[in-house]
């Protein structure tokens, strides 16, 4: 699981939303899937089932996507299939999850990446349906692309075939959200302010609707293209909620400043209004987001932030690259120096410590925190597994039996310790966990250490530290035998 992706299931469950089905998505099922999939070029296919928290909450977003494209007098048509239902289909499909969202063009299906947001539902079908690029021969041509899409990136090259417009080329078909347009004209392009070769980012968001260009010298590749749009198809600074979490943090810039706030706080316009004149100065290098407080669902990433809600406003950057890293604001640092200080490397990663409890290694688990833990983790004469894990996480509490016996086994081993840390509380770092639970063994004489993967039952865990233990430090009952 990367980073990204971690981050965005910070988000707490899906609320499911009440809302009447759309006319206009068209329900499928066994007897009828063939046909209309036959009959139409361009469909969008939801398996979901009922009790489906996540399918509940896309469900108005679905329904919304399927009447803007009605209303537009689109030709592509959403659809969905309970697949409690209808199991021949979901088998057929390889549905193994819900919602599973499949994209099927002239009968072939492809799998949908696109976010969950009405608007992404829309821009994401848009985008596969139409040629890759198209080229827009007036500026009334223009202007209808502007009106029937939330962001349109248009290109102009006098040379097709120069390196700036291969790059466009190869961006245009790797981005699947986003329509692409190249100028048949320099009046076109200058429509769009662009006086040369280069691309123009047109983002129409209402009063928030922008035009942003970028000259065909700083075009130097793909990756610095895709990061360039990513930025400029948010606003400067962009609320962090459910439906846009995919589209801040799935793009290709992972930088990216928080503000944390009560939206309900007096000085919320004055400090909203400091943030983003900064956020400006840092466009297609930072993404700047707000967080509010006043959001309940936000609290899993006030605590990956590692903000007390009664401390703010505060600020702090993240960075999702490699790694997940955190760093937080020096006394007196302003947003424009904090930014900077980042971006030359200067900044130092803020990591969350628990105390040390008295107890810790009371039990037969030990109790790892920030602390202690390269003394016990690291400690070469013993081997060490450790579990990480988060209060919340389900699959941590059904471990948390077998865990105990595991330790009960070694308790009177002195050359191995069992141990787990809560990742919610204490952070390492070079060590990363974006997933729970995650289990690591130290062995003895090694300070690299051996990620497990396997099935989570006592037997399998001892075959584990017996293997890296050695045949001196088998468990207790092991030894009995």
């Not at 974006?434 to 990620?451: C, E, H, I, R």
Request: charged residues 25%; aromatic residues 10%; proline residues 4%.
């Amino acid at each position: 699981m990367s980073p990204s992706t971690s981050f965005i299931l910070l988000l707490a469950v899906s609320i499911a939303a009440v809302s009447a089905d759309s006319e206009n998505v068209l329900v499928l099922t066994e007897s009828n899937f063939e046909e209309t999939i036959n009959g139409n070029e361009f469909v969008l296919v939801k398996f979901y089932a009922p009790w489906c928290g996540h399918c509940k909450s896309l469900a108005p977003k679905y329904d919304e996507a399927a009447d803007i494209l009605k209303e537009e007098g689109s030709d592509i048509k959403l659809a969905k299939v309970d697949a409690t239902e209808n199991q021949a289909l979901a088998s057929k499909f390889e549905v193994r999850g819900y919602p599973t969202i499949l994209y099927f063009k002239s009968g072939k299906p492809t799998k949908y990446t696109g976010g969950r947001a009405t608007a992404q539902i829309v821009d994401w079908v848009k985008k596969k349906s139409g040629p890759t690029v198209t080229t827009v021969e007036t500026a009334e041509q223009l202007n209808e692309l502007k009106s029937k899409n939330r962001v349109v990136v248009l290109g102009y090259f006098k040379d097709a075939k120069s390196e700036a417009a291969t790059i466009f080329n190869e961006v245009a078909d790797s981005v699947d959200d986003i329509f692409f347009a190249v100028a048949g004209s320099a009046d076109v392009a200058a429509s769009a302010t662009l006086e040369a070769d280069g691309v123009s980012l047109i983002r129409t968001d209402g009063d928030d609707s922008e035009t942003n260009t970028i000259v065909e010298s700083e075009i130097i590749n793909s990756v610095a293209l895709k990061q360039w749009i990513h930025a400029y198809k948010l606003s400067p600074v962009t609320e962090f909620t459910h439906d846009s979490a995919q589209e801040i943090v799935g793009g290709d810039l992972k930088k990216f400043h928080f503000l944390i706030i009560r939206k309900s706080d007096s000085s919320f316009d004055e400090t909203i209004a400091k943030f983003t004149e900064v956020a400006k100065l840092f466009r297609a290098k930072v993404i700047f987001v707000l967080l509010d407080v006043d959001v309940e669902e936000n609290g899993r990433i006030l605590e990956f932030l590692g903000v007390d809600a009664k401390k703010t406003p505060a600020n702090r950057i993240v960075s999702l690259a490699d790694q997940v890293e955190k760093f937080k604001p020096q006394d007196g640092e302003d947003y424009e120096a904090f930014t900077n200080s980042y971006l030359d490397g200067k900044s130092t990663q803020d990591l969350k410590a628990q105390d040390l409890p008295e107890d810790w290694d009371s039990q037969p688990v030990k109790v790892l925190v920030a602390s202690n833990f390269n003394e016990i983790a690291l400690d070469e004469s013993k081997t060490v597994f450790v579990k990480f894990y988060a209060p919340w996480c389900g699959h941590c509490k059904q471990l948390v039996p077998v865990w105990d016996e595991l330790a009960e086994k070694y308790e009177s081993n002195p050359n191995v310790v069992i141990a787990k840390l809560d990742a919610t509380l204490n952070e390492l770092a070079d060590i990363k966990v974006n997933s729970f639970p995650t289990l690591k063994l130290w062995p003895a004489g090694s300070s690299t250490p051996v990620d497990y993967d396997g099935d989570r039952n006592l037997e399998k865990f001892e075959e584990f530290v017996n293997k890296y233990a050695g045949s001196e430090s088998v468990s207790q009952e092991h030894e009995e035998l």
